[in-house]
């Protein structure tokens, strides 16, 4: 032990990084951990806690229209931007201090300072300081990406900058068609923007099940949110009135803000990874195996840093695996399939499992389930919004391999049903289960027509 000066030096204070740090100390490890900015990573400072705070306070017009319909007398409302940042960062410091109590109670040092590799066993520290240690995990994360150089791409903000604005925009240009360009299109537009969303695809949020990009695109178009598809952000321009935004068709518009939501990049830029021997995978995240370790023995990796899914709870799940692995005895590699997610746009999306378009490429019959419904809810105030479900079926087995749903709570929907997806129930485990009335959810257990049935073999 005279050889290392910590059994592990954790590279990032993170969700994964501060997960991985507390569970091996509570294996008997000596802990070190290093952040050069501010810890609790991306989720807890410029990630999924603040945005959904955003979100909430973007739902409140709504609410207030609404209330009308049930018999309340609201007064105009008013909303005022300060408030609400400085609300919200109040709450991300106390996060921020909950996440250093939690290290300090396990005895993890905790370093305000970037690290870098100086080789497989020893960290640098921005201070010159270094640092001998037996286990190095990288938990670095992703940044934002804005993609393509473009004149002008100096006025342009990411997802990092916008929870820091002094004052609300009255007109905001997002491109992008993932997580965070629909997320803070909602947000915006709830606040009281005039919001133009920009994408290149030819539909928003690539990857998802194509009824429920349909179905969110048309939810997002009918509360006024203008969405251009198959173009992208060719220029800004500063002027006396904005920002002068030239799109690839040569279209222009005028905005008071621009932001770019076209993705994220593991951080992995000098870390000193290529000389240490680390290598990176083709996704450009550090490669690893089923066990989060990298190619050098010593040297292990979780979450965005590794671009496998780039979610916090699957982060939070790497790191604690990582720890009871190294440190625990306990080799544990963490099931990545059947992963639940939500997106946080209006309405709100969840889904866990198969897409049709992957459950018809992968399984030899393919029965879908689905149904669009307006929520009781919005019956009295006479809104136009509808909730969106679908289960896709192994046609064989009759195991329910996806379920996706766009509504009210479509995320907190999604968790419980991520449990009975992940169970391998079947469509008559749904349909054998009560009903709970009157609710949106009993429609997950009351879905009896097919809406349609594929085979490969037929369609071969």
């Known amino acids: 032990m005279a050889d290392y000066d910590v059994d592990l030096f954790v590279i990032g204070a993170g969700s994964g990084g501060v997960r991985a740090a507390r569970v091996a100390a509570s294996h008997g490890a000596r802990v070190m951990i290093a952040e050069e900015y501010r810890v609790g990573g991306t989720c807890v400072i410029r990630g999924c806690v603040p945005k959904k705070l955003l979100v909430y306070a973007s739902r409140f017009a709504d609410e207030f229209e609404d209330a009308a319909g049930y018999g309340w007398s609201v007064s105009e409302p008013t909303f005022h931007w300060p408030t609400l940042i400085a609300n919200k960062d109040r709450e991300v410091a106390r996060l921020e201090a909950a996440y250093m109590m939690t290290l300090e109670r396990h005895k993890v040092d905790l370093i305000k300072s970037r690290a870098v590799l100086d080789d497989a066993h020893t960290v640098r520290l921005s201070t010159g300081t270094r640092v001998r240690a037996r286990t190095i995990l990288v938990a670095t994360g992703a940044a934002p990406y804005h993609g393509a150089q473009i004149a002008g791409l100096e006025h342009v903000i990411s997802s990092n900058e916008a929870f820091h604005l002094t004052h609300l925009p009255k007109r905001i240009v997002i491109q992008g068609g993932g997580y965070i360009a629909v997320e803070f299109a909602g947000i915006f537009n709830g606040l009281g923007s005039d ?155 969840g889904v866990v499992g198969l897409t049709e378009m992957q459950a018809r490429e992968q399984l030899a019959k393919v029965d879908i389930y689905k149904t669009s419904f307006r929520p009781m809810k919005m019956t009295l105030p006479g809104r136009d919004t509808r909730m969106f479900m679908k289960l896709v079926v192994d046609g064989l087995t009759q195991r329910v391999v996806g379920c996706h749903l766009v509504g009210p709570d479509a995320g907190d929907l999604i968790q419980v049903a991520a449990i009975a997806v992940k169970m391998r129930a079947t469509k008559a485990d749904f349909d054998a289960t009560m009903a709970v009335h009157p609710t949106v959810a009993e429609e997950l257990v009351t879905m009896r027509e097919k809406a349609a049935s594929y085979s490969r073999a037929a369609a071969e």
């Open 195 to 349: 919001v133009t969303l920009v994408y290149r695809g030819s539909n928003i949020l690539r990857g998802f099940d194509d009824d429920v990009r349909e179905h969110l695109h048309g939810e997002m178009t009918r509360r006024g949110i203008k969405i251009i598809t198959r173009q992208t952000v060719a220029a800004v321009e500063k002027t006396e009135h904005g920002f002068d935004v030239e799109l690839s068709d040569n279209e222009q518009i005028m905005a008071d803000l621009v932001m770019f939501a076209t993705g994220r990049k593991p951080n992995i830029r000098g870390l000193g990874l290529e000389k240490v021997g680390v290598k990176i995978g083709e996704t450009g995240g550090i490669a690893v195996d089923t066990y989060s370790k990298t190619s050098v023995d010593n040297i292990y990796a979780v979450g965005d840093v590794t671009n496998r899914i780039n979610l916090t709870p699957v982060a939070i799940r790497e790191g604690h695996a990582f720890a009871d692995t190294a440190f625990g005895r306990t080799p544990t590699a963490v099931d990545h399939t059947n992963v639940p997610t939500a997106v946080f746009s209006e309405p709100e999306i």
